[in-house]
Nanobody, 126 residues
Framework: QLQLVESGGGLVQPGGSLRLSCAPSKDTLNLYSIAWFRQAPGKEREGVACTDSSGGIRNYAGSVKGRFTISRDYAANTVNLQMNSLTPEDTAVYYC???????????????????WGQGTQVTVSS
């Protein structure tokens, strides 16, 4: 059973940046498609960004395109989400998710993933 651990959340001022990381309890994330989701209070979970197992495919929600970047750190075996130009609307609990998908150039920001982390809180406020 793959377990995922998110880190890097916190409080940041509007316009600031944060970098989230997703690390597995075992196995290599290179065999999985990975996505980041977020859920704000009273709202449904929203897909933010995803990458395929090779890292060559990346998809983003329109609300974060141009501000967020998903990337793989192969040495650290993590998938990171760099978030820039943050606004209060980005405040949410952020989750990483994984699905076994080696060699397939595909990922989705729909919540069709098998493994989920516990989430990390991101709060954007002055």
């Amino acid at each position: 059973q793959l377990q995922l651990v998110e880190s890097g959340g916190g409080l940041v001022q509007p316009g600031g940046s944060l970098r989230l990381s997703c690390a597995p309890s075992k196995d290599t994330l290179n065999l999985y498609s990975i996505a980041w989701f977020r859920q704000a209070p009273g709202k449904e979970r929203e897909g933010v960004a995803c990458t395929d197992s090779s890292g060559g495919i990346r998809n983003y929600a329109g609300s974060v395109k141009g501000r967020f970047t998903i990337s793989r750190d192969y040495a650290a075996n993590t998938v990171n989400l760099q978030m820039n130009s943050l606004t209060p609307e980005d405040t949410a609990v952020y989750y990483c998710a994984a699905i076994w998908n080696p060699g397939s150039p595909f990922c989705t920001i729909l919540p069709s993933y098998d493994y989920w982390g516990q989430g990390t809180q991101v709060t954007v406020s002055s």
